[in-house]
């Protein structure tokens, strides 16, 4: 039989190292492919890999473990997240059906969890997408938390734009770019702090660098080099898009 590939993605070393530890003494034979400190190199190696199960951290910086979990879903994948989340939180959990570890790990705790993922690799599973969109509805951002308005420098001049004007926003060295549909200005908020403020449904990440509105995407190609770009309608911007988002375009 061959191996299970498994994805662990925890920000906190020591409970990284621990579930590592743990994981090995629970389920001998799962090979772990990769153990990422952030989000985002965890969905680089969930797009390398295509692992078959993930543990995910569901809050890490930049790029959260439901982003992470989109990707490995995508392949094909099967998720269980670590959580310090309150009971509120935990009930979300339980309803979407989405397996979950509370930190700090216990190992009777994690060998519950092992055992129900070796049954449902062996066996025939309802969509776990849709298991994964209900939880994402439960937990998502209330509206007071979403970014609205944005302070921005242009020129000389400090401009205040709505968030519905922005098209995307791009890192460039220090400096994030705000783009709208007429103009353009720069703001020092790390791209991964915006996200923490920005509502999922409207604006994606398709880059390390990069987050756009859903809703101005024309289209993704191959560039002559191979590499994937996105286009904007009515507009000449080409935007890199990584290996790691693709699976946000898939069935487009």
Known sequence: MSRIHALVA????????????????????????????????????????RPQVAFLDIRMPGVN????????????GLVVFTTAYDDY??????????DYLLKPV?????????ARL?????????????????????????GER???????SVGDSVRMLGIDEV?????????????????????????????????????WQVHRGVVVRVAAI?????DELGRHVLSLRGRADRLPVSAAFLHRFRGM
């Open 10 to 49: 925890e920000d906190e070393p020591p409970q990284r190292a621990a579930l590592l530890e743990m994981l090995a003494e629970a389920w001998p034979e799962l090979e772990v492919v990769a153990a990422c400190e952030d989000g985002l190199a965890a969905l680089e190696e969930a797009a390398r890999h």
């Open 65 to 76: 473990g439901l982003d992470v979990a989109r990707a490995v879903v995508a392949g094909g």
């Open 89 to 98: 939180a935990i009930r979300a959990f339980e309803a979407g059906a989405v």
């Open 106 to 114: 216990a190992p009777a705790r994690l060998a519950q969890a092992v």
């Open 118 to 142: 070796r049954e449902r690799l062996a066996t025939p599973r309802a969509d776990a997408g849709e298991r994964l969109r209900a939880l994402e509805e439960k937990l998502r951002p209330q």
């Open 146 to 152: 979403l970014i609205r308005w944005i302070s921005a």
């Open 167 to 203: 098209l995307y926003f791009q890192a460039q060295d220090k400096y994030v770019r705000v783009v709208t549909g007429s103009d353009e200005a720069v703001i020092r908020t790390p791209l991964k702090e915006l996200l923490a403020g920005l509502d999922p449904d409207t604006f």
């Open 218 to 222: 024309d289209r993704v190609r191959k």
